[in-house]
């Protein structure tokens, strides 16, 4: 088994900057990858970053680029998104993922979390 617990979400106005972390724990050598989607009311769930495990290319979704940053910390098997320049459409419950590969959290197959809400507010 995996288990994926998120922290680090909350309510915040728009321009401000949250981090939000995510520990894994469990059977985690098989997966390759971690990362964040997120689904807002009424919206399907959407990919925003990801990075691969054992090195440091990131991935991003266009509508977070140049604003959100993943890292990751092997030691602690933690992922974080940093999250800067907030807008009320950033508004979601935010889903730690932990994947075979970047393409599977991309397609948003993998492990997830329990998700942390984040709201945006104007």
């Known amino acids: 088994q995996v288990q994926l617990v998120e922290s680090g979400g909350g309510l915040v106005q728009a321009g401000d900057s949250l981090r939000l972390s995510c520990v894994a724990s469990g059977r985690t050598f098989s997966s390759q990858a971690m990362g964040w989607v997120r689904q807002a009311p009424g919206k399907e769930r959407e990919f925003v970053a990801a990075?691969?495990?054992?090195?440091?290319?990131?991935y991003y979704a266009d509508s977070v680029k140049g604003r959100f940053t993943i890292s990751k910390n092997n030691a602690k098997n933690t992922v974080y998104l940093q999250m800067n320049s907030l807008k009320p459409e950033d508004t979601a419950v935010y889903y730690c993922?932990?994947?075979?590969?970047?393409?599977?959290?991309?397609?948003?197959?993998?492990?997830w979390g329990q998700g942390t809400q984040v709201t945006v507010s104007s």
């Open positions: 990075i691969w495990w054992s090195g440091s290319t990131t």
């Open positions: 993922t932990l994947g075979s590969t970047v393409v599977a959290i991309r397609a948003l197959n993998g492990y």
